[in-house]
């Protein structure tokens, strides 16, 4: 069974930026796509951005599309998600997810995953 750790949050400025990271273990990384979600308090949990098994496709939320970017390392079994030009309604409990893939697919689908972190706080605020 897949394990999933994330680390990186953290307090940041509006306009900073912050880099997360999820690190995996016990189970073959690379037959998972990886997903980023948030949930802030008193919402939802939505999705952020998902990368495919190699790495090769991504995509993301309109929402954080051209400021956050999302890679993995399956060398090291880590995925990463790069944020920049943070804005308060940023501030969530970001959290990896995955899902075993058929293929190089990518799904920006909650539901469809099946293996989650416990999570990490990112708080935008001046």
């Known amino acids: 069974q897949l394990k999933l750790v994330e680390s990186g949050g953290g307090l940041v400025h509006p306009g900073g930026s912050l880099r997360l990271s999820c690190a995996a273990s016990g189970s073959r990384f690379n037959d998972y796509t990886i997903g980023w979600f948030r949930q802030a308090p008193g919402k939802e949990r939505e999705v952020v951005s998902s990368?495919?098994?190699?790495?090769?496709?991504?995509s993301y939320a309109p929402s954080v599309s051209g400021r956050f970017s999302i890679s993995r390392d399956n060398a090291n079994n880590t995925v990463s998600l790069q944020m920049n030009s943070l804005k308060p309604e940023d501030t969530a409990v970001y959290s990896c997810?995955?899902?075993?893939?058929?293929?190089?697919?990518?799904?920006?689908?909650?539901?469809?995953?099946?293996?989650w972190g416990q999570g990490t706080q990112v708080t935008v605020s001046s």
């Open positions: 990368i495919s098994t190699s790495g090769g496709s991504t």
């Open positions: 997810a995955a899902l075993r893939a058929r293929g190089e697919v990518t799904s920006l689908k909650r539901t469809s995953y099946q293996i």
